[in-house]
């Protein structure tokens, strides 16, 4: 079975410009989640979706983070503009019932 | 105060060794915990999961709840120098929620 995809695994980019990251879940499963790690901490979640649909977005800073999932599958999380707090590994994770699955991660730099 | 502590370590132990991991929470709405094992580079994998109070045994790995003291527990029996990596706790009030991570700590098992 294959696992959680996430690309670019890295990326660096200069404070203000925006980027975006891509996550392809595990094969039927419905929620999927983006985790935000900084250096030396646990992930904290950004956004929880339940097929297409936002279940969770609490922790999302929406001024400069927005997230899809179109047709319930793939997903995009987007930075504009990022700021160097922002330089963190994003997590994507998806889960049929309990378990959540994780993919590498896409470590993002910003300078 | 976060609602997951974790001694972030590093601890380093000779192989052979039986290592103790700890966490804390202050929630007493969490009903399910989890333990995590995270490679560098890599993402959260899933070790152990409980529900409530208890132990449960998986090979060399015991995990063990004390919802009264609101206490999480690790262990891990006859460590390998492939045991090296971050162990993160995490809990959460209801399955495939939102998990709150420890911010992990960081083992080193030498040869």
């Known amino acids: 079975e294959a696992g959680v995809a996430q690309s670019p695994r890295y990326k660096i980019i200069e404070k203000r410009q925006s980027v975006a990251f891509w996550c392809n879940p595990i094969s039927g499963h419905a929620t999927l989640y983006w985790y935000q790690q900084i250096l030396g901490q646990g992930p904290k979640l950004l956004i929880q979706?339940?097929?297409?649909?936002?279940?969770?977005d609490s922790q999302l800073p929406k001024d400069r983070f927005s997230a899809e999932r179109l047709k319930g599958v793939d997903s995009t999380l987007k930075i504009q503009p990022a700021k160097l707090e922002d330089s963190a590994v994003y997590l994507c994770a998806s889960s049929e019932r309990d378990t959540q699955y994780f993919g590498p991660g896409t470590r993002l730099t910003v300078l | 105060q976060k609602e997951v502590e974790q001694d972030p370590g590093p601890l380093s132990v000779p192989e052979g060794a039986i290592v103790s991991l700890n966490c804390t929470y202050s929630?007493?709405?969490?009903?399910?915990f989890m333990w995590y094992r995270q490679y560098s580079r890599k993402g959260p994998e899933l070790l152990m999961y409980?529900?409530?109070?208890g132990n449960k045994e998986d090979g060399r790995f015991t995990a063990q709840v004390d919802k009264s003291s609101k206490y999480i527990s690790l262990f891990i029996r006859d460590s390998q120098p492939s045991d090296s990596a971050t162990y993160l706790c995490?809990?959460?009030?209801?399955?495939?929620?939102?998990?709150?991570f420890g911010q992990g700590t960081e083992l080193s098992v030498k040869p």
């Open positions: 995490a809990s959460d009030y209801n399955q495939g929620g939102k998990l709150i």
């Open positions: 409980t529900y409530s109070s």
């Open positions: 979706f339940q097929n297409n649909g936002v279940v969770d």
């Open positions: 929630n007493s709405a969490f009903q399910y």
